[in-house]
T-cell receptor
Framework: EAQVTQNPRYLITVTGKKLTVTCSQN?????MSWYRQDPGLGLRQIYY???????DKGDVPEGYKVSRKEKRNFPLILESPSPNQTSLYFC?????????????FGPGTRLTVT | GIQVEQSPPDLILQEGANSTLRCNFS?????LQWFHQNPWGQLINLFY???GTKQNGRLSATTVATERYSLLYISSSQTTDSGVYFC????????????FGKGTMLLVSP
């Protein structure tokens, strides 16, 4: 089954404790991306990657890091989480083929930073 | 950047009613998708529809790319249709970044 998986699905942590949210896709997609969703602000892009070893900032990259060492994985790293990073996070993937631009979203990770 | 406007912002229906949700966008697009966010927060892919018409059960969607709008039709609504419906677009040359509208919150009551 074609899917995007994220782990963990729920996480409560404390300020300053480094964490990683994993994202994996099994569709051989070149493109992967991270979004955060906040009430009143909608979904905003954090980082994206057009292929292995190619990453770029989205609209709200401050406080986040990413890496793309393998095509299927695109982890989101919070080196020193703060309460303003409490949010619902989504990973997405898509093909850069001109035949279809459809994107697929993971189930979301609900993060609370106290 | 590209602007995406959805209407109405909120909608309350009785079970069995039909509804139409609208998405207007300000530039030419490669990609237009409709999502349903369920009460658990999951984004469910409804349609990939940069142009044309598609149907899936009680749901259908139409995108008129030349006039820069898309419509999502829900017929015979059920309580499980409740949630937020998002339209998201990728403008041509947009490096695959999806821009989301603010959504339409739908409540279907029994």
């Amino acid at each position: 089954e074609a899917q995007v998986t994220q782990n963990p699905r729920y996480l409560i942590t404390v300020t300053g404790k480094k964490l990683t949210v994993t994202c994996s896709q099994n569709m051989n997609h070149e493109y992967m991306s991270w979004y955060r969703q906040d009430p009143g602000l909608g979904l905003r892009q954090i980082y994206y990657s057009m292929n292995v070893e190619v990453t770029d900032k989205g609209d709200v990259p401050e406080g986040y890091k990413v890496s793309r060492k393998e095509k299927r994985n695109f982890p989101l790293i919070l080196e020193s989480p703060s309460p303003n990073q409490t949010s619902l996070y989504f990973c997405a993937s898509g093909s850069t083929s001109v035949t279809s631009y459809e994107q697929y979203f993971g189930p979301g990770t609900r993060l609370t930073v106290t | 950047g590209i602007q995406v406007e959805q209407s109405p912002p909120d909608l309350i229906l009785q079970e069995g009613a039909n509804s139409t949700l609208r998405c207007n966008f300000s530039d030419s697009v490669n990609n237009l998708q409709w999502f349903h966010q369920n009460p658990w927060g999951q984004l469910i892919n409804l349609f990939y529809i940069p142009s044309g018409t598609k149907q899936n059960g009680r749901l259908s969607a139409t995108t008129v790319a030349t006039e820069r709008y898309s419509l999502l039709y829900i017929s015979s609504s059920q309580t499980t249709d409740s949630g937020v419906y998002f339209c998201a677009v990728e403008r041509i040359g947009g490096y695959s970044t999806l821009t989301f509208g603010k959504g339409t919150m739908l409540l279907v009551s029994p």
